[in-house]
């Protein structure tokens, strides 16, 4: 099954459009615990609430070898029928795109995963071409600096006037998705910015981090950036769902974090409604 | 010792601008060989040509843990005294951009590494943080997408006028190179740019690719590229001298390429000073 049929499904079956981030951290988990049982425990504690899990291969790659045997070992344990975007944000030239979107759609086995745009279309048609994964890029993404180069108002030739980077970036991105498998990432910290992706990408599927921890307004966020249907636009929490608790009943409070979230945004999404 | 010093020993040393991508490709190596011999005979063949080596991460990711094994053990067969920069072209918020950096610097300990700009200062700082190490921000790629974003004419608010990304970017890294550790990676492929960037940023290091198998012009990039001690653009090359034979002579056809790019680069500088 493709990525986005595989991601309704999930969003449909658990009525969840929580994302839920698997990024382990050692000072924020619970005391004597390794990474893959706590991957284990979370995933155990919240399959059936989650539309996706998306572990950053940061929190990985930080620990070597050892990080790495654990993100694949938690990548077997989560279910089948639970999406897997693999945030690694890589982006290169052609031949070596061809090597990052094997390595993984292919080795780590990822459903989707984040690709950075920066380098242009032969740094993203290696990840496209695997029809049947999701491939968000990062267009306006949810930290501080976001703004430095992504709101930059620039001239493209094809375009009359003026647009801010992030707004070119997401009309490549409708011209790329040929293969209906591209998304894009905004964050929740930017929602007039959301609003105006959304409506130039009615369709596509949006990535949304930035609520939770870095503040962003989930309220405003589900206002902007829900599609009508409700099925094409998620949310990434990973902190406040994975930290809820630092005790031995921490995947219980997980649990409790991440329905908290399903249902708050399922009733910001149902009141938002005409 | 810092990058930078290391650097300019190296090319000292050697009187190389040479950097070697090792980036060992299973289908172009010699039958029969794995990746690690391989990489450890084209290093003993070359540590005395080339003023650094640079794997790019995708080759090795590409082939699970076996692959990144093989990398951590490359890096610790590079003699001590050649600067070893980690091909990785990340880019992630804050926090993230942190774990990046520590998998890079410590957990690999790679003396710097390709940062993607485009999620902005916060991403980029926490590697920069690392005075030590050096930090190459991609700017003008090799690549013939680069032009999709690269060259959009953008107009910052704290510039009259119009200019490209790219120029945009070389102007952030100069006013981010508060500890002298940023250089720019700028394709050969695109000479006027090249030569624009460095007027703009006449002290910086400049990784120049696409020289070799991308056919970016070697005589024009030498031009452009270089400053006046000819010590601060380093040349990379991969395929043209990891695979100049496929026999078992491989590595001894890889120390001519590289000797014969050595000198070629060398006399392209000499010839281009007044």
């Not at 902190?239 to 991440?258: G, H, N, T, V």
């Amino acid at each position: 099954m493709n990525f986005t049929d595989k991601l309704h499904k999930a969003i449909e079956r658990n009525t969840s459009l929580v994302c839920l981030g698997l990024d382990p951290d050692l000072e924020l988990m619970p005391p004597d615990t390794d990474i893959l049982s706590f991957n284990k425990s979370i995933v155990d504690a919240t399959s059936d609430l989650v539309c996706a899990y998306k572990p950053n291969l940061a929190f990985y790659e930080a620990l070597g070898l050892d990080g790495l045997t654990a993100l694949m070992n938690t990548i077997e344990h989560i279910p089948e029928d639970v999406p897997i975007i693999g945030d690694a944000k890589r982006g290169d030239i052609g031949n070596t795109a061809r090597l990052y979107a094997k390595a993984l759609f292919e080795t780590f086995g990822f459903d989707a995963t984040t690709v950075n745009p920066y380098l242009g279309y032969d740094a993203v048609e290696p990840f496209l071409s695997y029809r049947d994964k999701g491939v968000f890029l990062l267009c306006r993404t949810s930290n501080p600096g976001a703004s430095d180069f992504q709101s930059l108002p620039c001239s493209p030739s094809d375009a009359s006037g003026q647009e801010p980077l992030f707004s070119v970036v997401a009309r490549k991105a409708r011209q790329w998705n040929q293969h209906g498998n591209v998304g894009l990432v905004v964050g929740a910290t930017y929602p007039e910015e959301l609003a105006q992706i959304r409506m130039s990408c009615p369709d596509m599927v949006l990535l949304v981090p930035g609520i939770g921890a870095q503040q962003g307004d989930l309220a405003l966020a589900v206002r902007h950036g829900l599609d009508a249907k409700g099925e094409k636009t998620i949310f990434a929490s990973s902190r406040q769902i994975l930290y809820a608790s630092k005790d031995k009943e921490f995947a219980q409070a997980a649990r409790q974090a991440a329905e908290q979230l399903r249902t708050e945004i399922n009733s910001l999404f149902n009141s938002a409604e005409p």
